[in-house]
């Protein structure tokens, strides 16, 4: 049999050709690959495959995203071991790959003869062309626009705004990666909702391929079909990147200006791909912007992930920075609250100013006012001089609040105040100084449920509230884990001076399953005791502790097809039994182990009858 031959049949590497050897061929995005494409939808590692006699045999599949392939006329999933003949086709991400035999040098065709008349094109007159004209050249209007873009909200916006008239569009919206958050939206007219077609999300989501469906109102989820009718839509589609969703529709107006079908799809896509490159690229410009203009001040970390949600987390940073409302930021403790204080900081006008962080809880009572508002010298016992409180220092900056639910009856009256008129007067004082401050506060507890009870002020939660989010904890973005535990291996390594290099799988594999109650700064806790106790180029299991090791695990994933689900009350129990077992029947340090406090403990041992 002739050495076989994989092409690129469609997708941005189309034309590429890889002949196979007698070794495996690995198939992915990373650089590691053999056949590397630059599809965003393929994984970094997607598949390997092997050349035998008889055609191609598929070895691997090792992440969640599929391999599909033509059967009798129907796409069905690739699964490690079957084997695919020549002339077979494979889909992976965006881009379908064709096998075949080589031929021998006699039988291939010479090339054909290039034409001898000379081609001439005015290449900027491209660039402003009509886009309908061609759709290269609306990619290429897409590109220019998106470059000159500073940063990622504007490219986002002027992402969907190139969609409602080059593709065209009747509406255009750039979503997140698991498609519950709109990051940008365009339209012809007033967007009178924003219900999007459910069954081709969905489709997208779980395929992670760009989808096109010319009936919107033949699906029989829709799920408002009434808005769908008013407003005229016919067809939608939508393309999936690492990082975005790019989803349009069209009604009859767009369709008598264009053809929507493969080539259509195939620029959508391609657009997308664009974005998400171009997007990052500007997130980085714009902090590297704020880093010269304004020095180290503006240098406040980054948060290190690609899981759906922790984009949206910093889409939301981005767009709030360049306000000057208050923000509070919600979430566990560990979940990087400061490290947000510090971007928002970090990418506003106020980055050259102040950046001043207070933990509320770690301060006495009795202090706290003083603090957080300054005193006068005499203002009581042991005020020996005058001093500035975090207001004052932090004026024309930014104060960051940790742990703001912590505050006293007392500092919450007078920070009412200051956030109300701009003004303070220091503890013992009688001159009002004004003040100008950008408020972020955080928490991890339930400010409504202390209003409730009576203590926090309700008109003080309004005004910290103006914006807010919630800081997602480790357990909900798994994904993450592993980029995490790289970036502290580097970047603690670095300081305890030991180098290490890649985490073993089984160690991966205990880290990525663990529910991680104190979250990225316990993780980041777990990695420098293994730098630290560890030796080697590889961080083994045995470098983590041991309540890691022995702690009951999350379980499947919900991607897991083959997953048992099991009731709370076992899973519960099991997690209390090994909690137990992992520290030696230490009820405090076990109850600290499961994230919960001991009373809660002893309950559960008590209904579960656990000795």
């Not at 007698?22 to 050349?51: F, K, M, N, W």
């Not at 886009?131 to 590109?143: C, F, I, T, V, Y």
């Not at 657009?271 to 010269?292: F, K, N, Y």
């Not at 520290?583 to 919960?596: C, D, E, M, V």
Request: contains cysteine; aromatic residues 4%.
């Amino acid at each position: 049999m002739r050495p076989l031959l994989i092409t690129v049949q469609s997708g941005p590497d189309k034309g590429r050709q890889i002949s196979l050897g007698a070794e495996p061929l690995t198939i992915g995005r990373g650089a590691g690959e053999r056949l590397q494409l630059s599809d965003g939808a393929v994984s970094r590692h997607h598949l390997s495959v092997q050349a035998e006699a008889t055609g191609l045999r598929v070895l691997e599949i090792p992440g969640v995203n599929p391999v599909w392939t033509l059967e009798a006329g129907q796409r069905v999933a690739l699964k490690p071991g079957q084997l695919l003949a020549p002339g077979a086709a494979l889909t992976v991400g965006n881009s379908t790959l064709v096998i075949a035999t080589s031929r021998p040098a006699s039988e291939t065709t010479s090339p054909p003869q290039a034409p001898t008349r000379a081609v001439e094109l005015d290449a900027t007159g491209v660039l402003s062309a009509t886009p309908g004209a061609s759709r290269l050249a609306a990619l290429a209007a897409l590109g220019d626009k998106l470059a000159r873009c500073g940063s990622l909200p504007a490219v986002l916006r002027a992402a969907t705004s190139w969609a409602v008239d080059a593709l065209p569009a009747a509406r255009a919206l750039l979503l997140s990666p698991d498609g519950s958050d709109i990051l940008s939206a365009a339209s012809t007219g007033p967007l009178p909702d924003l219900a999007l077609s459910p069954a081709l999300l969905a489709r997208v989501l779980r395929e992670r391929r760009g989808v096109l469906l010319h009936d919107v109102l033949a699906e029989p989820d829709l799920a408002d079909r009434r808005s769908v009718q008013m407003r005229g839509i016919l067809g939608a589609m939508a393309a999936p990147v690492e990082s975005l969703i790019f989803y349009v529709e069209w009604g009859p107006r767009e369709a008598l200006r264009c053809t929507y079908d493969d080539e259509a799809l195939r620029l959508l896509v391609c657009a997308a791909q664009l974005i998400g490159a171009i997007g990052d690229s500007a997130r980085e410009r714009q902090q590297l912007s704020a880093a010269v203009r304004h020095g180290p001040a503006a240098a406040h970390g980054e948060m290190i992930g690609h899981s759906p949600a922790i984009q949206r987390l910093q889409v939301f940073l981005e767009r709030v920075a360049s306000t000057t409302s208050s923000v509070l930021l919600l979430g566990e403790s560990g979940t990087g609250k400061e490290l947000a204080a510090g971007m928002v900081h970090g990418l506003s006008p106020r980055a050259s100013r102040p950046f001043v962080a207070i933990n509320c809880a770690a301060i006495a009572e009795s202090l706290l006012e003083s603090e957080l508002f300054g005193h006068e010298k005499g203002a009581f016992t042991g005020a020996v001089s005058q001093h500035d409180g975090v207001f004052a220092r932090a004026s024309t900056g930014t104060l960051f609040m940790d742990e703001v639910g912590e505050l006293s009856p007392g500092a919450q009256a007078r920070m009412l105040r200051v956030l109300e008129n701009r003004t303070l007067t220091r503890v013992g004082g009688t001159r009002e100084i004004t003040v100008d401050v950008r408020l972020v506060a955080a928490t991890h507890r339930d400010l409504r449920q202390l209003v409730s009870e009576g203590r926090f002020r309700e008109d003080l939660l309004y005004r910290l509230s103006v914006i807010q989010t919630q800081l997602p904890p480790l357990r909900e973005r798994r994904d993450d884990i592993p980029l995490l535990a790289q970036h502290f291996l580097r970047t603690i390594g670095e300081r305890v001076a030991r180098r290490v290099e890649q985490i073993a799988p089984a160690a991966l594999e205990v880290l990525c399953r663990y529910r991680w109650p104190g979250n990225v700064r316990e993780l980041r806790n777990v990695i420098e005791r293994a730098l630290v106790l560890g030796d080697g180029p590889v961080l083994e299991q045995d470098d983590l502790p041991p309540e890691l090791l022995h702690a009951a695990p999350l379980g499947p994933t919900l991607t897991d097809a083959n997953a048992v689900v099991r009731p709370l009350a076992e899973l519960e129990r099991e997690a209390i039994v090994a909690a137990l077992s992992a520290t030696g029947g230490n009820k405090a340090r076990a109850a600290a182990l499961l994230g919960i406090d001991r009373t809660t403990l002893y309950r559960k041992l008590k209904d579960y009858g656990i000795g």
